[in-house]
């Protein structure tokens, strides 16, 4: 699936870094910095909830993933 595709659908996030065009862990990073140093500057409160995803898409059956993504308008050669 292209990451074209996924963003003229605005299937993702204005903060989602993979699967972006001049996005990265380095610019998660960065941004997630920025906003942890404003909330200490201010002080304001700040919560961390970190997860690992790295196997998420393995225990989702790929046909419905597909169908959701039809769902959603994306069509054409998703791989």
């Known amino acids: 699936m292209s ?29 997630y910095l920025d906003k942890m140093t404003k909330s200490v500057d201010e002080s304001t409160t700040w919560v961390t909830f970190i997860s690992d995803f ?10 419905n993933m597909l169908k959701k993504l039809q769902d959603h308008g994306v069509r054409g050669k998703l791989f």
């Open 3 to 31: 990451r074209i595709c996924l963003e003229e659908n605005k299937l993702l996030f204005n903060s989602q870094h993979g699967f972006r065009a001049k996005e990265s862990v380095a610019t998660c990073l960065l941004a």
């Open 54 to 63: 790295a196997k998420a898409f393995d225990k989702v059956p790929f046909a």
